[in-house]
């Protein structure tokens, strides 16, 4: 089965910038889509960033320009820059990935396999 584990989460003030990683083990890294979704205390999980297995991205409309999701194949590792960071922002982030064609996915619902999260705490 896969696994998947996510790093880099942190505090920061507004404005500032944080890298998340998500590290997969398992197989059939390179034909999964990708994810990455948020969900901050009282709040639906929404999704944030998508990749498909051709490398088609999609994001939130919240986080377009801002943040950029990618993936290292030779590491098995998937990444999330997040940059002009707000306060609204803070949440718990997840990785997810799912062995079906996922692209402009961004519904937590269609994603089998998820990381445990790392928190990311955005101070005005």
């Known amino acids: 089965q896969v696994q998947l584990v996510e790093s880099g989460g942190g505090s920061v003030q507004a404005g500032g910038s944080l890298r998340l990683s998500c590290a997969t083990y398992?197989?059939?890294?390179?034909?999964?889509?990708m994810g990455w979704f948020r969900q901050a205390p009282g709040k639906e999980r929404e999704g944030v960033a998508n990749?498909?297995?051709?490398?088609?991205?999609t994001y939130a409309d919240s986080v377009k320009g801002r943040f950029t999701i990618s993936q290292d194949s030779a590491k098995n590792t998937l990444y999330l820059e997040m940059a002009k960071l707000k306060p609204e922002d803070t949440a718990m982030y997840s990785c997810?990935?799912?062995?079906?064609?996922?692209?402009?996915?961004?519904?937590?619902?269609?994603?089998?396999?998820w990381g445990q999260g790392t928190q990311v705490t955005v101070s005005s």
């Open positions: 398992g197989y059939f890294f390179d034909s999964f889509s």
């Open positions: 997810a990935a799912d062995p079906r064609w996922l692209r402009n996915e961004l519904r937590p619902s269609e994603y089998r396999y």
């Open positions: 990749i498909a297995p051709d490398g088609a991205k």
